[in-house]
T-cell receptor, first 112, second 116 residues
Framework: GESVGLHLPTLSVQEGDNSIINCAYS??????FIWYKQESGKGPQFIID?????DKRQGQRVTVLLNKTVKHLSLQIAATQPGDSAVYFC???????????FGTGTRLQVTL | EAEVAQSPRYKITEKSQAVAFWCDPI?????LYWYRQILGQGPELLVQ????????DSQLPKDRFSAERLKGVDSTLKIQPAELGDSAMYLC??????????????FGPGTRLTVL
């Protein structure tokens, strides 16, 4: 079936460096994508979203890039901080029922 | 800041027992979702409500799971009987708008279920 996946299960980054977390999706009909951050023992927290009619969107220290040609999504975090340590999930919305399909997640570890 | 509330936060039960989880959405959020998240994996949708109506329960194991949202506000997810494989985090999420609007889901803190 259709699925969302991540290339790297664990990413280790030094504090202050930029982080890039990647996600591949397989459903070309997906029209909305979200990145969530999940800290241990907590529910996912919204970071940023992007619609399929865009290829880039920026937030505070975060940028999401969407490449529909290769069905690839990335999350860039500038000047990574210890508080950014968490598991990051991409999720895609397909169809009209606003149903999200989540990938398996990437753990971001920020080293000092 | 308004949040999705869930209770209990932790639940330990023996297999074959019944368990129930409760979710109180952010005020005004018409759409409510229950997810199951196995450790190390992404959340998987169990059931979706629009107000009091079920929109999608195709992934809900209906032989043992049930969900209701009688007044279109808070919701309860029940498992009876619980099995060892049900051990997971159960997450509730809510959002504003109808099925065709583009906006994020807000998640509660989850209920961590352990079945012994």
């Amino acid at each position: 079936g259709e699925s969302v996946g991540l290339h790297l299960p664990t990413l280790s980054v030094q504090e202050g460096d930029n982080s890039i977390i990647n996600c591949a999706y397989s459903n070309s009909a997906s029209d909305y994508f979200i990145w969530y951050k999940q800290e241990s023992g907590k529910g996912p927290q919204f970071i940023i979203d992007i619609r399929s009619n865009m290829d880039k969107r920026q937030g505070q220290r975060v940028t999401v890039l969407l490449n529909k040609t290769v069905k690839h999504l990335s999350l860039q975090i500038a000047a990574t901080q210890p508080g950014d340590s968490a598991v990051y999930f991409c999720a895609e919305n397909t169809g009209t029922a606003s149903k999200l399909t989540f990938g398996t997640g990437t753990r971001l570890q920020v080293t000092l | 800041e308004a949040e999705v509330a869930q209770s209990p936060r932790y639940k330990i039960t023996e297999k074959s027992q019944a368990v129930a989880f409760w979710c109180d959405p952010i005020s005004g959020h018409a759409t409510l979702y229950w997810y199951r998240q196995i450790l190390g994996q992404g959340p998987e949708l169990l059931v979706q409500f629009q107000d009091e109506s079920v929109v999608d329960d195709s992934q809900l194991p209906k032989d043992r799971f049930s969900a209701e949202r009688l007044k279109g506000v808070d919701s309860t997810l029940k498992i009876q009987p619980a099995e060892l494989g049900d051990s997971a985090m159960y997450l509730c999420a809510t959002r504003t708008g109808g099925s065709t609007s583009y906006n994020e889901q807000f998640f509660g803190p989850g209920t961590r279920l352990t079945v012994l």
